[in-house]
C-alpha cells in the first residue's frame, strides 16, 4: 500500500488523537490491536479500511466498541449554534458556587445507566438535565462543562495519518528528548535551508530516532537518497522512520554509512584513478579469459528463463503488520557514487555530541556550494562550531537562528495565545560550503 493513500489498511501505523490533544498515541492498525481508554481495551479493528480524519466515539453498553461519528462536527459548538452572536450579558458565573452538591445525579445511577446500555451522549444529557446550577452558567461555561463530560464519558478517538508535522508533534508533546526537544518549526526550518528536494542525496547525522531522517525522506517523495552516517561501529536507531508507513522503494533510499567506509571508498577512488601498465592489462585479461573458459554454463531455454525470472521476483511471504525496514547498510557502489560527485546537502542533529567534532569528520564529503545545516539544544556548542567554520574560511553566509513559535487558542470570544505552551525550540546553524584555496581538510 501507498503512504499516500486516504484510508488506512491492515499493517499500517497511525497517531491516534484522544479527545482532541489530550493524549496521542502511536498504533499499528491490525484485528489483535487494542487501545486501552480509561480502565477498557477497545479493539481496532473498526478502524481498518476508514479514512485519515475519520472520528470514533466509544459507545458504552454490553460490550463497549468505537464507532464512527459519522458528522465530525461538533454540535455543541458555540458558533455552530451562534452563541457568539448571541451571549446573554446579564449572566456570569459570580453567584455559582463550587460545592459538588449541584448535581443530583449519584455514581449508582450512572452506573446503572450504563448497565441498560445507555451511550455517553445520553448521560452527558441526564448529567446537565440533573445540574441545578447549569442553566445560570455563562454560554462559554456550558461548553467547558459539556466538554469536560464528553472527555469522561463518551471519548472521541481522532485517526490521524503519521506525517513528519503530525509525528513532530506528537513527540515533542509526549517524549520531547527522545527526538533532541526538535520543534516542528525548526523541522520545517531544518528542510527549507538544507534546500531539501526531489533527487537530492542528503547526508544526515540523525541522532534524534529517526525523526530528521524519515522527515527528509517524505521530502524527497521516493526519489533521491537519504544516507545517515554514525561515528563508531554501531548505527544509530531510526525507529521512528517505521511510523511513516513508507514504501519498500522509499524505504530501500534510506541507508546507512559509517564516516570509516565513507573515507576508505573516498581513498579507493583516489587509488584508482592510477593507471595499470600494459602488460598487467595483457596478463589480467588472459587470465579472466581462462577462467570463463573453465565456467560455461549452458543458455537457458525461453521457457526455462522465465521460470528464473519468475522464481527471482517472488516475494517472501511478510506478515501483514510488519512494515518495511530502512536503514540497511549503503552498497559500495552508492558510497563510491557519493565520493565522486559529493552530496548536495548536509544535515546534523546530534544533541548529545560536539558538533564540531562531527562536522569536521563529514564536511569534506559535501560538495561545493552545497548547504548545511546543524540542529543544537544549545547556542554555545553552535557559536563555537560557527567560530572555527570562520576561522578555517570553508563557508560563507553563516547564520545562527533561534525559531520561535507562538500557539493561539482561536475560539469565537475567546482568541488568545495559549496558556501553557514551549518558549524554547533550539538554535539552527546554516550556511554553504565554499571551495578554500589550499584545499585542505578541516582539522
Not at 69 to 75: E, F, G, L
Not at 107 to 116: A, C, L, N, T, V
Not at 325 to 337: D, F, P, R, Y
Amino acid at each position: 500500500m501507498s503512504e499516500n493513500s486516504r484510508t488506512t489498511w491492515e499493517g499500517c501505523s497511525v497517531l491516534l488523537d484522544i479527545n482532541d490533544g489530550d493524549r496521542l498515541v502511536f498504533a499499528r492498525l491490525s484485528p489483535g490491536s487494542t487501545l486501552k481508554i480509561g480502565t477498557k481495551n477497545f479493539s481496532l479493528q473498526p478502524l481498518i479500511g476508514c479514512h485519515y480524519g475519520s472520528l470514533f466515539q466509544v459507545e458504552n453498553g454490553k460490550k463497549p466498541v468505537l464507532s464512527r461519528v459519522q458528522d465530525a462536527t461538533k454540535d455543541n459548538n458555540v458558533e455552530d449554534k451562534g452563541g457568539c452572536e448571541t451571549v446573554d450579558e446579564s449572566k456570569d458565573n459570580r453567584a455559582l458556587i463550587d460545592n459538588n452538591l449541584a448535581q443530583s445525579l449519584t455514581g449508582e445511577d450512572i452506573d446503572s445507566m450504563k448497565s441498560q446500555g445507555a451511550t455517553g451522549n445520553e448521560i452527558i444529557e441526564a448529567l446537565i438535565a440533573n445540574s441545578a446550577t447549569f442553566e445560570n452558567k455563562t454560554a462559554f461555561s456550558q461548553e467547558k462543562y459539556r466538554l469536560k463530560k464528553q472527555k469522561k464519558y463518551a471519548p472521541t478517538v481522532l485517526v490521524r495519518r503519521p506525517s513528519a508535522c503530525s509525528i513532530c508533534e506528537a513527540y515533542f508533546k509526549k517524549n520531547p528528548a527522545k527526538i533532541g526537544f526538535l520543534r516542528i518549526d525548526a523541522l520545517s526550518l531544518i528542510l527549507s535551508m538544507a534546500n531539501v528536494h526531489s533527487h537530492s542525496d542528503v547526508l544526515v547525522v540523525d541522532m534524534v530516532a529517526g525523526m530528521l531522517a524519515g522527515s527528509i525522506a517524505e521530502r524527497l517523495g521516493g526519489t533521491g537518497s537519504v544516507c545517515n552516517v554514525y561515528l563508531g561501529n554501531s548505527p544509530t536507531s531510526l525507529d521512528i522512520v517505521r511510523i511513516f508507513n513508507f514504501t519498500s522503494e522509499t524505504c530501500k533510499r534510506i541507508v546507512q554509512c559509517s564516516v570509516s567506509d565513507l573515507c576508505s571508498s573516498q581513498n579507493a577512488t583516489s587509488n584508482d584513478e592510477i593507471q595499470p601498465n600494459d602488460d598487467t592489462t595483457c596478463q589480467e585479461d588472459n587470465h579472466q579469459e581462462s577462467m570463463e573458459e573453465k565456467k560455461v554454463e549452458p543458455i537457458p531455454s525461453e521457457s526455462e528463463a522465465m521460470d528464473i525470472v519468475t522464481d527471482t521476483n517472488v516475494a517472501p511471504v511478510i506478515r501483514p503488520y510488519k512494515s518495511p525496514k530502512a536503514g540497511e547498510k549503503a552498497s559500495s557502489e552508492l558510497i563510491k557514487s557519493w565520493n565522486e560527485t559529493g552530496f548536495s546537502s548536509l544535515v546534523i542533529a546530534a544533541t548529545d555530541a560536539d558538533p564540531w567534532n562531527i562536522l569536521k569528520q563529514v564536511f569534506p564529503f559535501l560538495s561545493f556550494s552545497a548547504p548545511f545545516v546543524i540542529y543544537h539544544q544549545y547556542l554555545q556548542p553552535l557559536a563555537e562550531c560557527m567560530h572555527n567554520l570562520q576561522v578555517e574560511k570553508k563557508a560563507i553566509n553563516l547564520q545562527i537562528s533561534e525559531p520561535w513559535l507562538r500557539e493561539y487558542q482561536v475560539l469565537p470570544s475567546r482568541t488568545h495565545p495559549h496558556m501553557q505552551m514551549s518558549a524554547f525550540g533550539g538554535y539552527i546553524l546554516t550556511g554553504t560550503k565554499i571551495c578554500g584555496n589550499d584545499q585542505v581538510k578541516l582539522k
